[in-house]
């Protein structure tokens, strides 16, 4: 029996892991910005969330980024995340 991967859009998994984070969810949006070497993700979160998807010292938007580094190296893309406030 074949394996089948499912793919999903790189916004959407990201999507999902911040929604998991944050106690307002439905506040959760991200926005692609296509700039010349990089994907940019902003993501917006309600107020009272940012420093749930920021992290003590950076550590949770820090991982963030290296699983989008890792997933970047895997398809030759160049993905970049911030958090706007």
Do not use: N, W
Not at 48 to 64: E, L, P, Q
């Amino acid at each position: 029996m074949a394996e089948e991967m499912i793919e999903l859009d790189v916004a959407d998994h990201l999507e999902d892991l911040i929604r998991l984070l944050v106690d307002e969810p439905d506040e959760v949006e991200i926005f692609e910005v296509d700039e010349d070497d990089a994907l940019v993700f902003e993501v917006e979160v309600a107020e009272d969330d940012i420093g749930k998807v920021i992290g003590r010292r950076g550590s949770t938007v820090r991982a963030m980024r290296t699983l989008l580094d890792c997933r970047a190296a895997i398809e030759d893309e160049q993905y970049e995340l911030e958090v706007v406030d």
